[in-house]
């Protein structure tokens, strides 16, 4: 088993630029077309907190007309007609928190009649100025407001959205990295495994060449070349399955690495020492797991933060049961006056104030609807509340299974080397025995049967073993944080 390590290590040294384990990692995680959307979709989320932020941003809004008028009213058949008249009204206005909203508006007019020539009915000035500020506001003070802000829970309901959001990136990517590291992990066992059915191969070719030169000798008969050969043609199909197997491996880490027909074999570093980065800093102890699991674990930090979602939408909810009084009024000054120097020094010296407060209060007599939705909403976040209980009870027995299995693939790896050098002395020791007759061609065939199992097996325990590492690492919540650290930061860092 060594040499078939030595062996590949060997041949990997030529490929400088071949694709270390991390290295496949990180480009998993900058191609992966799952975390892309994940990393739409979290911009998405930015869009529409962009949008919610929006309406808190000051309007602008103005208006000018110009009027002409000439039908007189009874009143007015011998007055001064017709009438022109233009106006000009700007004005901004803005969102408060709480539903209020405030307005500022200044207005000018400027009216202008042609009066008639008649010495029976003296008309008025011709002319009229008035210019005039205005600020009004409208603000309630219970529902949405007093006790519960409701836009202000809007706006904070979308900050929990977007880290929701931020989490599902985690989420992806840790779910990314994972196949792509247990892929790897199988792409290195599997060409490993073509190593162990080609040595196979070879010595059931060597024995078969040796039989038919001693059988021209007269030392072995035609079942031995018969066993031979049915040995040499189940290794030869062995191998085959073996390099397809390796195929289809390095096809599923193109998929989640998203790179279709560039990579070859040849261009991964396929090292197993590499693998030994799996072991460091590994934590079994099941209280720190549990401590580092419940801070670290994305499944359930998206429940929290469902849960702080599901608290503003039950404050929400329990607002529209509550009486709607608004406070309202506006404050303002004018002037008016013949010329327009006139009505403007009037506006400057405030002459004309006019103002207006009051309260406007609103209750339905009994909100049943009001109600009935209150309590489904407090229903759904008892639900969370529970899954959050059953997520993190799920973690515990989660980690123990996870550590359990470490311990016990550690183990069974160590027992299977163990095993694959015994069969290895075995199969030698025998071999000598048959070069001094003293071995049969059947026992041979069975020992190297032995040896090419307990390799397999071997093998077979290691995958166990490391994917047992990673599963770990996954169920901690560490897998990005440990293994692509400056990939975990730039998410952390979106806006």
């Given at each position: 088993?060594?040499?078939?390590?030595?062996?590949?290590?060997?041949?990997?040294?030529?490929?400088?630029?071949?694709?270390?384990?991390?290295?496949?990692?990180?480009?998993?995680?900058?191609?992966?077309?799952?975390?892309?959307?994940s990393i739409l979709a979290f911009k998405e989320n930015q869009m529409d907190q962009l949008k919610t932020l929006s309406m808190y941003i000051p309007?602008?809004?103005?208006?000018?007309?110009?009027?002409?008028?000439?039908?007189?009213?009874?009143?007015?058949?011998?007055?001064?007609?017709?009438?022109?008249?233009?106006?000009?009204?700007?004005?901004?206005?803005?969102?408060?928190?709480?539903?209020?909203?405030?307005?500022?508006?200044?207005?000018?007019?400027?009216?202008?009649?042609?009066?008639?020539?008649?010495?029976?009915?003296?008309?008025?000035?011709?002319?009229?100025?008035?210019?005039?500020?205005?600020?009004?506001?409208?603000?309630?003070?219970?529902?949405?407001?007093?006790?519960?802000?409701?836009?202000?829970?809007?706006?904070?309901?979308?900050?929990?959205?977007?880290?929701?959001?931020?989490?599902?990136?985690?989420?992806?990517?840790?779910?990314?990295?994972?196949?792509?590291?247990?892929?790897?992990?199988?792409?290195?066992?599997?060409?490993?495994?073509?190593?162990?059915?080609?040595?196979?191969?070879?010595?059931?070719?060597?024995?078969?060449?040796?039989?038919?030169?001693?059988?021209?000798?007269?030392?072995?008969?035609?079942?031995?070349?018969?066993?031979?050969?049915?040995?040499?043609?189940?290794?030869?199909?062995?191998?085959?399955?073996?390099?397809?197997?390796?195929?289809?491996?390095?096809?599923?880490?193109?998929?989640?690495?998203?790179?279709?027909?560039?990579?070859?074999?040849?261009?991964?570093?396929?090292?197993?020492?590499?693998?030994?980065?799996?072991?460091?800093?590994?934590?079994?102890?099941?209280?720190?797991?549990?401590?580092?699991?419940?801070?670290?674990?994305?499944?359930?930090?998206?429940?929290?933060?469902?849960?702080?979602?599901?608290?503003?939408?039950?404050?929400?909810?329990?607002?529209?049961?509550?009486?709607?009084?608004?406070?309202?009024?506006?404050?303002?000054?004018?002037?008016?006056?013949?010329?327009?120097?006139?009505?403007?020094?009037?506006?400057?010296?405030?002459?004309?104030?006019?103002?207006?407060?009051?309260?406007?209060?609103?209750?339905?007599?009994?909100?049943?609807?009001?109600?009935?939705?209150?309590?489904?909403?407090?229903?759904?976040?008892?639900?969370?509340?529970?899954?959050?209980?059953?997520?993190?009870?799920?973690?515990?027995?989660?980690?123990?299974?996870?550590?359990?299995?470490?311990?016990?693939?550690?183990?069974?790896?160590?027992?299977?080397?163990?095993?694959?050098?015994?069969?290895?002395?075995?199969?030698?020791?025998?071999?000598?025995?048959?070069?001094?007759?003293?071995?049969?061609?059947?026992?041979?065939?069975?020992?190297?049967?032995?040896?090419?199992?307990?390799?397999?097996?071997?093998?077979?325990?290691?995958?166990?073993?490391?994917?047992?590492?990673?599963?770990?690492?996954?169920?901690?919540?560490?897998?990005?944080?440990?293994?692509?650290?400056?990939?975990?930061?730039?998410?952390?860092?979106?806006?």
């Open positions: 088993m060594k040499k078939i390590i030595i062996l590949l290590l060997f041949t990997t040294i030529s490929y400088v630029q071949a694709l270390t384990l991390q290295e496949s990692g990180q480009l998993a995680l900058k191609n992966n077309l799952d975390i892309q959307n309007q602008l809004s103005g208006s000018y007309t110009k009027n002409s008028l000439n039908q007189p009213s009874v009143s007015q058949m011998f007055s001064t007609y017709p009438i022109e008249a233009n106006s000009f009204t700007p004005s901004v206005s803005m969102l408060l928190p709480g539903g209020g909203s405030i307005q500022a508006q200044y207005s000018y007019q400027y009216s202008q009649s042609t009066p008639i020539n008649n010495p029976m009915f003296p008309s008025s000035s011709p002319d009229s100025y008035t210019a005039q500020y205005t600020i009004s506001f409208n603000q309630p003070l219970l529902q949405n407001f007093l006790f519960i802000p409701q836009d202000v829970n809007i706006i904070r309901m979308a900050k929990h959205s977007k880290e929701i959001a931020r989490d599902m990136i985690y989420q992806a990517s840790e779910n990314v990295l994972l196949n792509t590291y247990i892929t790897y992990v199988n792409l290195i066992i599997a060409k490993l495994n073509v190593e162990v059915k080609n040595n196979s191969f070879k010595r059931a070719q060597t024995l078969l060449s040796k039989n038919l030169k001693n059988k021209s000798l007269g030392i072995v008969e035609n079942t031995d070349i018969l066993g031979s050969r049915a040995a040499l043609a189940q290794r030869t199909s062995d191998l085959l399955s073996s390099q397809g197997n390796v195929k289809n491996v390095l096809n599923q880490l193109k998929i989640l690495m998203n790179q279709k027909g560039s990579l070859n074999i040849e261009d991964f570093k396929l090292n197993l020492e590499k693998l030994s980065l799996f072991t460091n800093n590994m934590i079994t102890n099941l209280e720190k797991a549990k401590r580092i699991s419940y801070s670290n674990n994305i499944g359930l930090k998206i429940l929290q933060e469902q849960l702080k979602l599901q608290k503003l939408n039950v404050q929400n909810m329990a607002s529209k049961i509550m009486p709607q009084l608004n406070l309202f009024g506006n404050y303002g000054y004018y002037g008016n006056a013949d010329t327009e120097e006139d009505a403007f020094q009037a506006l400057s010296d405030k002459k004309y104030k006019n103002w207006t407060i009051g309260l406007n209060l609103s209750m339905p007599l009994f909100p049943a609807g009001s109600i009935a939705e209150l309590k489904k909403q407090k229903a759904e976040l008892q639900k969370i509340q529970n899954n959050i209980t059953k997520t993190k009870l799920q973690i515990e027995t989660q980690l123990k299974d996870k550590i359990r299995d470490v311990k016990i693939a550690k183990e069974s790896m160590l027992s299977m080397k163990k095993n694959d050098q015994y069969q290895n002395q075995k199969l030698s020791e025998e071999e000598k025995k048959y070069k001094m007759g003293r071995s049969s061609n059947r026992v041979i065939i069975m020992y190297q049967d032995d040896v090419e199992n307990a390799e397999t097996f071997y093998l077979q325990s290691l995958l166990r073993y490391y994917i047992s590492l990673l599963s770990l690492d996954y169920a901690e919540g560490l897998l990005i944080k440990k293994y692509a650290p400056d990939f975990y930061n730039s998410i952390s860092k979106l806006k």
